[in-house]
């Protein structure tokens, strides 16, 4: 059984607070969005995973997310599964950050790494008092979009504070070859690759790369690289580029194959999705 309580939901802002009494991990599949995410874990038997990191959670664990890692709980046990999260552009921090000095937990550090956070990081408002704040038993929509932008300002300064105070030796190293290979492929994300030319740059065979990337983040390598492909392009066509633009930026180089994986990734063609976006 499921209970979601005071969800507020825009395509720039999301915030909900949800509970699965017994949590089917066929619900938690690995998956990316082109926003950052603050997730709060109140309780329950969840690991976390972002990109080939693993994170045993605790109660006070805070993850997060920037756009486009790879991330998905995973459920080791069936106990009530609690936690909060919130999800926002960067257009959120237009008139507070224009600087955008409140992301650096997020954007300074490698993929995939040093995502977590605990209880004893912070040393002045409670995060999850921040995270109650953010709901609110009220119908209107104005009053709980204030409700968690006046909560979030204040939970990313603290972030801000904690991912300061950690410093450079609490960051983990990342120079693993999965590591490299994953730091690679973002990189040349949207350029002309194939598992070919990764497999030659690293000097390993595909079907090695293929056992590596599988190994890490539960899918192919060439799977991981769509899905980073396809999520990008549609947070280009939901913020006005053309469905054919999207495609090329992007990195694919047929329509065809790119529709109809848009189709089957997000049930809409990218033409519809385009025109949808732009009746809001």
């Known amino acids: 059984m499921n209970k979601y309580r005071n969800v507020y939901e825009t395509p720039e802002l999301f915030f909900h607070h949800a ?3 017994q949590p089917d991990q066929a619900k938690f ?6 926003h950052y995410e603050i997730y ?22 805070i993850l997060l997310m920037r756009p486009m890692e790879y991330h998905m709980a995973k459920i080791i046990s069936d106990g009530r599964y609690d936690r909060y999260d919130v999800i926002f552009s960067e257009g959120m921090l237009d008139f507070i950050d224009p600087g955008r000095r409140l992301l650096a937990p997020f954007l300074s550090r490698p993929l995939g790494k040093d995502n977590i956070y605990t209880p004893g990081d912070f040393s002045g408002t409670d995060p999850l008092e921040l995270f109650k704040a953010m709901e609110v038993d009220d119908r209107s929509p104005e009053i709980k979009r204030m409700a968690v932008l006046a909560n979030l300002y204040p939970l990313l300064w603290e972030l801000r504070k904690a991912f300061a105070g950690k410093g450079e030796s609490g960051r983990q190293d990342a120079g693993s ?9 973002n990189r040349h994300l949207f350029d002309d690759i194939s598992i070919e030319s990764i497999s030659e740059h690293f000097y390993v065979s595909p079907s090695y790369l293929h056992r590596l990337i599988k190994d890490a983040v539960g899918t192919s390598a060439w799977k991981y690289i ?3 492909r396809l999520s990008a392009a549609r947070g280009e066509i939901q913020s ?12 694919f180089k047929d329509y065809s194959a790119f529709y109809r994986a848009y189709k089957k990734r997000y049930g809409i063609s990218p033409a ?6 732009l009746n809001r």
């Not at 969840?46 to 959670?57: D, I, K, Q, R």
Request: net charge negative.
């Open 40 to 61: 709060y874990f109140v309780s329950g038997d969840v690991h976390y995973l972002v990109e080939n990191s693993e994170y045993p959670l605790k109660p006070g664990s």
């Open 226 to 228: 769509t899905l980073k």
């Open 29 to 34: 599949q690995m998956h990316i969005h082109i």
């Open 272 to 277: 519809k999705d385009e025109i949808s976006n």
């Open 177 to 185: 070859l999965t590591d490299k290979i994953l730091r690679y492929m």
């Open 19 to 21: 509970i699965d009494e």
């Open 240 to 251: 006005g580029v053309a469905a054919t633009e999207a495609c090329r930026k992007c990195g």
